[in-house]
């Protein structure tokens, strides 16, 4: 005993030993006897519970080689994940195991998995594919165990051409059995095909929600946000630009009306101190966005998939040519209908009857040319104020 470091220690790897000894007797007599110290005794003990036995309770079934389909009956197993280089774990369904071995020498090939319906995943060693020779131990599982779909994609996994090559036999072999989420597998693929084609830079921003798995959020969110500035007076920032903000954003979604199709929603308009947003002046921010939210009304039913598919897809498109414009130094076409230039323009318009604009640019050239009007820009700034005030009340 004076190989333990103190009586906790030795506490605790007795109770290791009682605990094998407790759910399997005849282990003493196949393995502990052997050890010649109670620290020997304790290692083999060790590994027992890290290699759990053979249970027949939990044998589905048995193939004439050997091979058994085994039911892990929790969603997490650290043996299977060790032994097979993945998680070790599912999120919609327990863990079903293709095994070889007996007792505590099992081997593992395949993890599933399964809710009863839905097979999630089909994993081989580190979330590869598993071998082809593997796949009919997969067909006799399918065919008796009640699967009604399967969702596995290749997620989590950089195989895919494993997978798809997987996916497609099984697909032929189980005509009946609805393979992947159909509306999330393709859903994914149109806002994985799309993503880099919209364009975006310090003022435009994509916003992806994706889909979920079945019967979680299953619905595929997009949107684009622009963010537009003007300069304003110093002065207004000191003030309560409540009303002034209400007022643009109202006028901002009037004028995006007539001038940006398709047309944004104008989410917020924001007024910014000198040095926040801009070194040289107060700005104004007005926020655009187009959005929407996509799900097909059954995901079920194969034509209303197709027609949700098609309309993100359309919408994705929109966002594209929208994107490129925003970011572009150049117009966008007449036929497009979207005149970026006049929004910006009819908005700074708006701004300078409410007299808040600043024309930054016109007072860096009446400076250099030695404009003695510059000197009355506090009285100026007095009256805007002044007439502001009035706006407000």
Known sequence: M??????????????????????????????LKKADDLRKAYGIAQMFLD????DPDKVIHTFDNGYFWYDIQSHACDFEGKEMGHCGRGEYGTLVSLRSGEKRKMKPFITLEFDGTTLYQIKGKGNVAPKKDLWPYVDWFIENMGVERITETGQHASDYEGFDEMLEYFDEKHPDVKFKDAWVAEATELLEQWESSIETDSQTFLEIEWP????????????????????VKDIIVDEDTHRLRWEIRQDAQSIAD?????????RTAEVFARGVQDSEAA???????????????????????????QNLESFLQE??????????????????????????????KKLEAYGVYRDVAGEIDAEDEGDPKQMELPLQESRILQRWQQIIK
């Open 2 to 31: 004076a190989n333990f470091e103190n009586d906790d220690a030795l506490q605790l790897r007795l109770r290791r030993i009682m605990t094998v000894l407790a759910l399997d007797p005849v282990y003493y007599e196949e393995e």
């Open 51 to 54: 290699n759990p036995t053979k």
């Open 212 to 231: 979920g798995p079945p019967d979680d959020a299953g619905s595929a969110g997009v949107g684009l946000r622009h963010q537009a500035f003007w300069p």
């Open 258 to 266: 007539d001038t940006l199709y398709p047309n944004p929603r104008i």
């Open 283 to 309: 700005m104004i921010r007005v926020e655009m966005v187009w959005e929407d939210d996509f799900e097909p009304r059954d995901d079920d039913d194969e034509e209303a998939i197709k027609e949700e598919l």
């Open 319 to 348: 966002l594209s040519e929208i994107s490129g414009w925003l970011v572009s130094t150049q117009a966008a076409p007449e036929e497009a209908e979207f005149d970026y230039n006049e929004f910006h323009e009819k908005v700074q």
